[in-house]
């Protein structure tokens, strides 16, 4: 029986856990279809974005029209050359005509002392004396002298006729009777010379002299000025050289607001070295003496006439090639540029040449337009 139910349970399933089942797919036709129908899209994008490289569309040509520039604005005047007189003008100093130092020709001491400084002298007068007393001493002694080389040569001479003296004996006298004389003549010029005298006619600027006060040959002892006339004194640039000359009428004007008329008396032909300038003087009347001499002068001297515009400055203008000039507009509203020459300046303005006698003038936007450049002009002032 136990065989039995052994045999009856090996007959059985066991309990042991199944075996996993292998997943099986079925195929969805619709899926399939949509696909290739992705597959086929993607295709044909990536070919017709490729095309663009490939194959280039043709474009149609864009037409570029281009606008003409409007002609810029400006203010234009009409301009018309006039006559000018041209002028010389320089800065100077006031001279006096004449200036000397008073010296002492000879030494000993002062007697008398007859001007005082400042005070006006005649030329001739006297403005000092020398004590005489050591002059005559020389004088006396120089006479003597003079007499006996007189004698001596005398009677040098007789014996020389009586055959008792020699040649060179009369040689030697004659040679100390001309000593003799010349003493006896500087003596008398030492004589002349007691008195200081006043060359010319001026003013005693300085004097350094007392009664009683010794003095040495040669030393100064005063200053002796004239004003009358008085002397201005300019510096002329070499390009300037050619428009002075001597006797040409000037204007004079001295800082302390008195206004002369002068003439040109002097012009140099050798420049100063350092400045490369000429001495010019203008000689001024002062009868009175109210001109002091050293102050500051202006000198204007006409040297001319000339035809030409006035202008303002700000309407001069620089070319590309740096030359100075005016800006116009021709009868065809074409700007023109014309070099100029400034030939008077003024306070309010300025003269120049180089224009044509009459011209239109550009007044306002000179700087944004070019030589050549068709302008629209309008009637504008020249500011003057």
Same mark, same amino acid.
């Given at each position: 029986?136990? #065989? ?9 399933? @066991? ?17 399939? !279809? ?9 295709? %044909? ?16 040509? =864009?037409?570029?029209?281009? /606008?003409?520039? =409007? ?6 005047? #009409? ?18 005509? *004449? ?22 002298? $005649? ?7 020398? $004590? ?18 007189? *004698? ?6 007789? %014996?020389?006729? !009586? +055959?008792? &003296? ?22 008398? /010029?030492?004589?002349?010379? %007691? ?6 006619? +001026?003013?005693?600027?300085?004097? $350094? ?9 040669? #030393?100064?002892?005063?200053? %002796? ?9 300019? /510096? ?36 100063? @070295? ?5 001495? &010019? ?6 009868? $009175? ?30 070319? #590309? ?56 002009? @309008? ?6």
């Amino acid at each position: 029986m136990t #065989t039995e139910d052994t045999s009856t349970k090996a007959h059985f399933p @066991s309990e042991a856990p199944e075996a996993p089942q292998k997943l099986t797919f079925t195929s969805d036709k619709g899926a399939s !279809r949509s696909t290739w129908i992705a597959g086929v899209l993607v295709i %044909l994008i990536v070919g017709w974005m490729g095309s663009g490289f490939v194959i280039p569309f043709a474009e149609e040509p =864009q037409v570029i029209r281009r /606008q003409e520039p =409007q002609p810029v604005a400006v203010a234009v005047k #009409t301009s018309s050359a006039e006559t000018v007189a041209q002028f010389y003008q320089a800065e100077g100093q006031a001279l006096p005509d *004449r200036d000397t130092a008073l010296r002492a020709e000879i030494s000993g001491d002062i007697a008398e002392v007859m001007v005082a400084k400042g005070q006006d002298v $005649d030329a001739g007068q006297i403005i000092a004396r020398f $004590d005489p007393a050591n002059n005559t001493a020389d004088a006396n002694r120089a006479a003597q002298e003079l007499s006996r080389a007189q *004698r001596e040569f005398d009677n040098a001479e007789q %014996l020389l006729e !009586r +055959g008792v &003296a020699t040649a060179d004996r009369v040689s030697q006298a004659r040679a100390a009777l001309a000593a003799a004389q010349a003493e006896v003549t500087e003596v008398e /010029q030492d004589a002349d010379a %007691l008195t200081i005298t006043a060359p010319f006619a +001026g003013r005693i600027e300085a004097l $350094d002299l007392d009664e009683g006060e010794f003095v040495s040959a040669g #030393t100064d002892v005063g200053r %002796l000025v004239d004003i009358t006339p008085l002397t201005v004194a300019i /510096q002329v640039p070499q390009q300037s050289l050619t428009l002075l000359g001597v006797g040409q009428p000037a204007t004079v004007r001295f800082i302390t607001g008195e206004e002369r008329a002068g003439t040109v008396t002097f012009v140099g032909t050798s420049a100063a @070295s350092e400045t490369r300038t000429f001495l &010019a003087e203008i000689e001024v009347a002062n009868d $009175d003496g109210a001109i002091p001499a050293g102050i500051s002068a202006e000198v204007i001297i006409p040297t001319g006439e000339a035809v030409a515009h006035f202008l303002t400055p700000s309407i001069v203008s620089l070319n #590309t090639e740096g030359t100075l000039g005016i800006k116009t507009v021709n009868d065809d509203d074409v700007v023109v540029f014309f070099p100029i020459e400034v030939v008077k300046a003024q306070i309010d303005g300025i003269w120049v040449t180089g224009l044509p006698d009459r011209v239109d003038i550009i007044t306002v936007g000179q700087g944004f337009v070019n030589e050549g450049e068709t302008v629209a002009p @309008s009637a504008g002032e020249l500011n003057r």
